[in-house]
């Protein structure tokens, strides 16, 4: 089952998360979006690819919401024996002075278009193993510092050694996000210099060559997000079965990966030939952060079929035929879509949302109203609290025109102030009844993230500038033709043209100024084009087709991974 695919050279691609389906929980969010996507993309394309990451047995966790917003989590647990088969070897890892062993199940993501790529998720869980390691592959971002590293000792080294026992031959090793640098540290030990040549002073291990075999994509534009452990922590798990043998030289490690602590950026950056961020800004951002290195921008996108809704799907089959292969193409909605067409599409879209968040927290929405919808990680950076800051002013203009908002997002288990946010807007949903509909949806996922994304009028984005790297979830709404209305940061820098593919929430001002300006542009500008003042709606399907002409046919993971093939694998 593997032969099919080891014929031919690959790139193998690490992510600690993978979204591949609604279905299967092994992904938190956007970082897994995206790398669900770039496998999607590669097998629409043809581009050979092997994707690792873990099995996450217990998934990351679904979310329950009580009256009060408070949010309840319980384990996602699957069944990865549904939908994979477990490959027909394993290897040891040292850790803690023992063997750790480490199998992988094969998911093959098949495209509609009929390509086809392997997707090894790693998994501890083997007769061969102590209790406690059978657990190390179970819960994604779960548990203490301790618990994490192990993890990324699977998923580096875990992965390297299971890749070769399989027979894959490597071209070249894509970190999406620092989680997976210590592949890099396997690197090293199989690019070290016969022990004769080891002189005193002089490196153990052909750095040079590791760089040519490394891609690192970074996604953090803050310096605190960075994943980095301590070396009392790294020794202790770093030793090997035979006392006193580390894994790899710790001085040559800290060189690579910082003297005070372990910084898997920096090790990632220094094991990587081409390096890149996930949107011009972001990569000008850490260019900053980090002086001395090159750093590219390969803007982020979105996958094609998979963010587009049924009848969108329908609309571009009937009038974009090959959307799916060369979404360039949608530049031509603009002349080639007829505009009833495109509405009709869209309502369809929009009771399929209305339809499915019927009755949630004792709301209905109306398809017939306008609806504003913002999802995404509950996490302060992401403020999603910014669209109530003066709920009175937003109770005044749903007075005007009615207005209706739709909210979804899971925060991180140990995110209190994110947990805080999610009451927040639940007391903001009590606080405004009879005057503003506002529904939570819980347990946002894949699934609902679609159903969104195409059943909103409006997609709203508020980070704190410049904190979000990118920001994919407005691209998505681009392909079923709902603009965004956003602060200028991440991907949004780049793909709003004002009032031809959405709004802007200016960055000059100031952040203190982000929510007047907000509730500005939503009174002045959205609503009156949309509800089109006595002169019809014209107006308002120009900025639709605007946002699929001029984003969707950029933004998105096809022409993503034409780059990342053209300029960083086959560079
Ligand atoms: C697309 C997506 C995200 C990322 O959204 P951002 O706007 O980039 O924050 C997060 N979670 C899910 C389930 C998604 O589908």
Redesign the pocket.
């Known amino acids: 089952m593997i032969a099919e695919f080891i014929r031919e050279p690959r790139v193998a691609y690490f992510s600690m998360e993978i979204?591949l389906d609604a279905a299967i929980p092994t992904?938190s969010?956007?970082l897994g979006?995206l790398a669900g996507d770039t496998v999607r993309s590669a097998a629409d394309l043809g581009l050979p690819l092997v994707a690792v990451t873990l099995v996450s047995r217990k998934g990351y966790f679904r979310q329950m919401l009580d009256p009060q917003g408070r949010q309840v989590e319980s384990a996602a647990t699957w069944e990865p024996e549904r939908s994979t088969r477990a490959v027909d070897a394993k290897v040891a890892i040292p850790m803690e002075g023992r063997s750790v062993w480490v199998g992988a199940r094969l998911y093959v993501l098949q495209s509609h278009l009929g390509g086809r790529q392997p997707v090894l998720l790693l998994d501890t869980d083997l007769a061969e193993n102590a209790p406690e390691d059978r657990a190390i592959t179970d819960v994604l971002y779960g548990g203490d510092e301790r618990y994490r590293f192990k993890q990324e000792m699977v998923l580096g080294v875990g992965g390297v050694r299971i890749l070769h026992a399989l027979g894959f031959r490597i071209r070249e090793y894509h970190m999406n996000e620092g989680h997976s640098a210590l592949l890099g540290v396997e690197l090293l030990r199989l690019h070290a210099y016969p022990p004769e040549h080891a002189q005193p002073g002089e490196p153990r291990y052909d750095v040079p060559r590791v760089r040519e075999l490394c891609v690192f994509t970074t996604h953090t534009p803050v310096e605190a997000g960075h994943d980095r452990f301590s070396y009392e922590l790294v020794e202790q798990i770093l030793v090997g079965s035979d006392p006193g043998e580390m894994f790899v030289d710790l001085d040559e490690l800290k060189a690579l990966a910082g003297h005070d602590e372990l910084n898997m950026t920096r090790l990632a950056l220094n094991l990587s030939e081409y390096v890149n961020g996930v949107a011009v800004r972001h990569a000008e951002i850490s260019r900053k952060m980090f002086p001395g290195y090159r750093v590219h921008a390969i803007t982020n996108g979105?996958h094609p079929y998979t963010w587009t809704c049924e009848s969108f799907r329908a609309l571009y089959d009937r009038y974009v035929p090959s959307w799916c292969h060369e979404p360039e193409l949608l530049v031509r909605v603009d002349g080639s879509v007829p505009d009833e067409a495109l509405w009709a599409a869209h309502l369809q879209a929009k009771r399929n949302l209305t339809d499915q968040a019927r009755g949630a927290g004792g709301v209905t929405l109306d398809p017939e109203g306008f609806i504003v919808g913002f999802a995404?990680?509950m996490t302060a950076y992401?403020r999603p609290d910014l669209l109530f800051t003066d709920v009175e002013r937003l109770a005044a203009i749903a007075a005007q025109r009615t207005l209706q908002i739709v909210l979804a997002g899971k925060a991180h288990p140990h995110d209190e102030a994110g947990k805080r946010l999610i009451e927040r807007l639940a007391a903001h949903a009590r606080q405004l009844a009879g005057r503003v509909k506002v529904v939570y949806l819980a347990d946002?996922?894949?699934a609902?993230?679609l159903r969104l994304t195409a059943g909103v009028d409006l997609w709203l984005?508020t980070p704190l500038a410049p904190l979000e790297a990118?920001?994919?979830?407005?691209m998505?709404a681009a392909f079923n033709g709902v603009p965004q209305l956003s602060v200028l940061d991440g991907w949004w820098i780049e793909g709003c043209i004002e009032g031809v593919t959405g709004w802007a929430i200016g960055r000059t001002d100031g952040p203190e100024q982000d929510a007047p300006t907000l509730y500005d542009k939503l009174e002045r500008v959205v609503l009156p084009l949309y509800y089109g003042d006595g002169c019809g709606n014209a107006g308002w399907l120009r900025v639709m087709k605007g946002a699929i002409s001029k984003n969707a046919s950029y933004f998105n993971s096809h022409r993503m991974m034409r780059r990342y093939a053209t300029e960083a694998y086959l560079r």
């Open positions: 979204a992904y969010g956007g979006v979105v995404r990680r992401k946002y996922d894949m609902m993230a984005n990118s920001g994919t979830s407005g998505k």
